[in-house]
């Protein structure tokens, strides 16, 4: 999730207040510490303007 943040261009603050996540959660997401909700995984997509491969990736995080 990091690079696709990095590519998009936002900072993990920005990403944080764009899908409604805590910055903590961004962090810990992009460091492995959890995986993503379910509910929260449409929301990073829609955040980071994932499409194709990415959206794809990111679903089957939270898996």
Not at 19 to 27: D, E, H, K, N, Q
């Amino acid at each position: 999730m990091r690079e696709l943040r990095k590519q998009a261009e936002l900072s993990q603050e920005r990403l944080a207040e764009r899908s409604g996540l805590t910055v903590r959660s961004i962090g810990d997401l992009e460091r492995g510490r959890t995986r993503p909700r379910r509910s929260n995984v449409r929301r990073l997509i829609t955040a980071l303007g994932a499409e194709g491969d990415d959206a794809t990736c990111l679903e089957q995080a939270a898996m």
